[in-house]
């Protein structure tokens, strides 16, 4: 890698972790070796299947079942893990469906690099696009909904109900806040000595306001539930 490469890298992992919430840029050459037997890997050149039943413009219908055999055929809990079993080289993808829609889920499944060419994420040996369609609905039922209003009427101070609402979401999927969670993405275990309140509230109300692409999500949060996280994260110092 050039000097300037290595500058550039620097100041956009800089941002970044300033930010506290976006994934920080991963050069090609320090990216996690994907084991033979991790992930069947495809050669990016192999031509994108035909999709194997859906009409024209009609969105394809995923099998839950069949996607449950695929996700272990394809040994998917080798990088990633579901509420804390398998993997961690990846994000826990028990609450996916929080974070993702289904069309992004297909898209990214299918080819990672399409989406994020520096993602460490192969592409996967897939026979068809029904195939991923019904990995995808399989990762659809994973889903837990977020009792909001119940954690927001509780009797309790800004900060706990932060916090649950930091494990209904189930940001440790991503992020590492203390003893738990996953390394690779910005560590919150003490954000608050670093990101001041206004701009944590900026981030998490819009995160693709502040860095269009970043791998980071909006969640569409209410002004009730940053308050709660804002003043949560905060305490982590």
Request: glycine share 8%; hydrophobic share 35%.
């Amino acid at each position: 890698m050039t000097q300037i490469g290595k500058i550039a890298i620097g100041l956009s992992t800089l941002f970044a972790l300033t930010l506290g919430c976006a994934e920080p840029p991963v050069p090609r050459e320090s990216m996690p070796t994907i084991a033979p037997q991790t992930a069947k890997a495809v050669v990016s050149a192999q031509a994108r299947p035909a999709p194997a039943s859906a009409p024209a413009g009609q969105a394809m219908t995923g099998r839950p079942d069949v996607g449950k055999e695929l996700f272990k055929k394809q040994e998917c809990v080798n990088c990633h893990s579901i509420r804390g079993h398998g993997g961690s080289q990846g994000p826990d993808l028990a609450q996916v469906g929080l974070r993702r829609s289904a069309e992004w889920l297909n898209n990214f499944i299918y080819d990672p690099s399409e989406l994020f060419p520096e993602s460490p994420m192969p592409r996967l040996d897939w026979k068809s696009e029904q195939e991923v369609a019904d990995v995808v609905a399989f990762l659809l039922t994973l889903k837990r909904e977020v009792p909001k209003e119940k954690i927001l009427q509780a009797k309790a101070s800004d900060v706990e109900k932060g916090e649950a609402f930091v494990r209904a979401y189930d940001c440790r999927a991503c992020h590492t806040i203390g003893e738990g969670g996953v390394a690779g993405y910005p560590d919150l275990s003490h954000v608050g000595r670093k990101i001041r309140p206004e701009w944590e509230r900026s981030w998490l109300k819009d995160t693709q306001t502040i860095k269009p692409g970043t791998f980071m999500p909006t969640f569409g949060f209410s002004e009730p539930e940053l308050d709660a996280i804002v003043a949560y994260l905060h305490t982590l110092k």
